[in-house]
């Protein structure tokens, strides 16, 4: 039996807090019980052995052979006698936004002419940047195509999110995870599953939004694919507080009810946790490849832990999954030149070795749908919203996922026979990634991954067999395999490099990934592969031992990426200084 403690810091937009194990200090009835993930060989087997020991079962949780309880000391200590079973303390946690890593973000409320009522249109960059503009002229807008949006829910007086172009209601499904309650469609003004927070409704505005302003899109909807059908399912609450328990509740609803609504083909998750563990032991990585297998093309924000290296978010830590990086046009949507990656977006590689984001996409200063009278978000940071067209202004890899879902069902209108993987190829065969005036890799590798999403070239790419190569992910979720990527560390000036698929470090700097894609994808873990120092993680450590990550041993010797200093210009990893803002 494996225990470990899920304290992740979910996330947004935005870095976040933990409560570090606080309720383990509390006294009395609170203390009597916490939260537990119990995982077994099936979810019926761990509800027995909860039931059992006395446990109150919160959530029945298939997607990962699984429950969550509320369980005491003693009942925990019972549990841990079965080796049948492996426990994950589940605390909650709480959010702590970074509204905008940008020095001045108010610059991209104020980018356009004040209109006649003094107010200032919005910077709103994204959809030509990434292509959206020339499909819409080609009637490709998401049409046919439902998307699923795990987070705070959607402002349901947000009229563009809730119908799309033609203004017949988008909604099809509505999903209060916290409380495990299905909400009729056709009722949408619930309270529980309404956003009065403000983080979902932006998101989901981002990828759907219908909304024109004639201004500033030039009659344009905002969002990068309007006419997608929607499936709102909350997981955060109010204050935007979520646990591992609610989050694995709503990717479960959404691998049962894949089919019920027509077929989800896309799940946007913006959200993010620091692992605590391999990819093939946490829970939210489990159920987040369980979609992946079943046909849905999963989307998650990289995090916003960035600079330093290694600092992707679960579950962008998946290497099958889309991950997805910020980039921003530094407040000038006519230059590309300024363009670069955003300071906040969390870089890889990840802690097995793949080669994370897969992607950027815009998430500097995105303005999305957000009410400062009804949600908390646009009410405390009332500076980045603009009454006249109820905008707010966010800034983070949540923001970039967005407009990737949204490309991704531009893909999936196009050719709706598409896989998961298929998808991944294509989105990843046509990035371009950001160069510097000799055409080198602005940046590494290890921070823009294949490059800037191009809708465009992706709906007509032909690109076949260049993702999650050398991976099995039915292995990988049954657990006879698990895989590791072509990143080391090197020894000496600790930077990151790619080792080919002939065994030697690509000396490049990681612009070459784009060609070999096919190539540079997944070895098994389990088959001798040298891990960074030399030494192989096999070596008599095994992580389902019960040695925790967070017990003061550092990952690679606790080296971390520094931003501060250029590597020597035959380092691999060498990037450019790029003093971009976001």
């Known amino acids: 039996m494996k225990i470990r403690n899920l304290t992740f810091a979910l996330i947004g937009t935005f870095a976040l807090?933990?409560?570090?194990?606080?309720?383990?200090?509390?006294?009395?009835?609170?203390?009597?019980?916490?939260?537990?993930?119990?995982?077994?060989?099936?979810?019926?087997?761990?509800?027995?052995?909860?039931?059992?020991?006395?446990?109150?079962?919160?959530?029945?949780?298939?997607?990962?052979?699984?429950?969550?309880?509320?369980?005491?000391?003693?009942?925990?200590?019972?549990?841990?006698?079965?080796?049948?079973?492996?426990?994950?303390?589940?605390?909650?946690?709480?959010?702590?936004?970074?509204?905008?890593?940008?020095?001045?973000?108010?610059?991209?409320?104020?980018?356009?002419?004040?209109?006649?009522?003094?107010?200032?249109?919005?910077?709103?960059?994204?959809r030509n940047m990434v292509g959206a503009t020339q499909l819409a002229a080609q009637g490709i807008n998401g049409t046919g195509v439902l998307v699923a949006v795990l987070d705070s829910g959607v402002l349901n007086t947000s009229h563009s999110i809730t119908n799309d172009l033609t203004g017949n209601n988008r909604i099809l499904a509505q999903y209060d995870a916290i409380n495990s309650v299905l909400v009729d469609a056709t009722h949408p003004y619930v309270s529980g599953v309404n956003d009065t927070y403000g983080h979902g409704t932006h998101v989901a505005s981002l990828i759907a939004s219908s909304n024109t302003w004639s201004e500033v899109l030039n009659g344009q909807p905002q969002g990068i694919a309007p006419m997608v059908k929607l499936i709102n399912v909350k997981a955060f609450d109010g204050n935007g507080v979520s646990t591992y328990a609610s989050v694995l509740n709503g990717l479960n609803w959404i691998l049962a009810n894949k089919s019920t609504y027509g077929n989800i083909r896309v799940v946007n998750l913006s959200f993010g946790a620091k692992p605590q563990s391999f990819y093939w032991n946490d829970p939210i990585d489990q159920a987040v490849m369980k979609l992946w297998q079943a046909g849905i093309v999963v989307v998650a924000s990289a995090g916003n832990f960035g600079p330093t290296a290694q600092s992707i978010a679960v579950p962008g830590n998946v290497p099958y999954v889309i991950t997805v990086g910020a980039m921003t046009d530094n407040y000038t949507p006519n230059n590309t030149a300024d363009d670069g990656i955003a300071s906040f977006s969390s870089a890889g590689p990840t802690y097995e070795g793949f080669i994370k984001p897969d992607v950027v996409a815009p998430g500097g200063h995105l303005a999305g749908l957000m009410d400062p009278k009804l949600q908390?978000?646009?009410?405390?940071?009332?500076?980045?919203?603009?009454?006249?067209?109820?905008?707010?202004?966010?800034?983070?890899?949540?923001?970039?996922?967005?407009?990737?879902?949204?490309?991704?069902?531009?893909?999936?209108?196009?050719?709706?026979?598409?896989?998961?993987?298929?998808?991944?190829?294509?989105?990843?065969?046509?990035?371009?990634?950001?160069?510097?005036?000799?055409?080198?890799?602005?940046?590494?590798?290890?921070?823009?991954?294949?490059?800037?999403?191009?809708?465009?070239?992706?709906?007509?790419?032909?690109?076949?067999?260049?993702?999650?190569?050398?991976?099995?992910?039915?292995?990988?979720?049954?657990?006879t395999a698990h895989y590791g990527g072509p990143a080391h560390q090197e020894l000496i000036t600790h930077t990151f490099y790619v080792i080919g698929a002939n065994g030697l470090p690509v000396l490049a700097d990681g612009y070459l990934w784009n060609q070999q894609y096919a190539k540079l994808q997944g070895y098994l873990w389990n088959n001798g592969y040298l891990w960074n120092n030399g030494y192989l993680w096999n070596n008599g450590y095994l992580w389902n031992n019960g040695y925790l990550w967070n017990n003061g041993y550092l990952w690679n010797n606790g080296y971390l990426w520094n931003n501060n200093s250029v590597a020597p210009a035959s380092a691999p990893t060498a990037t450019e200084s790029w003093n971009a803002q976001e």
């Open 376 to 479: 908390l978000l646009a009410a405390n940071y009332p500076q980045f919203a603009t009454d006249t067209y109820k905008m707010f202004v966010m800034s983070g890899t949540s923001q970039a996922a967005a407009v990737t879902s949204g490309v991704v069902a531009l893909m999936l209108q196009a050719n709706p026979t598409l896989t998961p993987d298929q998808v991944k190829c294509r989105l990843t065969a046509s990035a371009s990634a950001a160069v510097n005036a000799s055409g080198m890799a602005a940046y590494t590798v290890f921070q823009q991954g294949a490059g800037m999403v191009n809708a465009y070239n992706a709906v007509y790419s032909q690109a076949a067999n260049c993702a999650n190569q050398g991976v099995n992910i039915a292995k990988d979720i049954a657990g």
């Open 17 to 126: 807090g933990a409560d570090a194990f606080a309720a383990a200090a509390l006294s009395g009835v609170r203390a009597a019980q916490s939260m537990y993930i119990v995982e077994a060989h099936s979810a019926a087997s761990a509800a027995r052995a909860v039931r059992r020991v006395g446990g109150r079962i919160t959530h029945k949780l298939p997607i990962v052979n699984g429950v969550s309880a509320k369980l005491t000391p003693a009942q925990v200590a019972e549990l841990r006698k079965d080796n049948r079973l492996d426990l994950f303390a589940d605390v909650p946690v709480r959010t702590q936004q970074i509204i905008s890593m940008a020095p001045d973000v108010a610059a991209s409320v104020t980018a356009s002419a004040a209109n006649a009522g003094g107010t200032t249109s919005p910077d709103i960059y994204q």
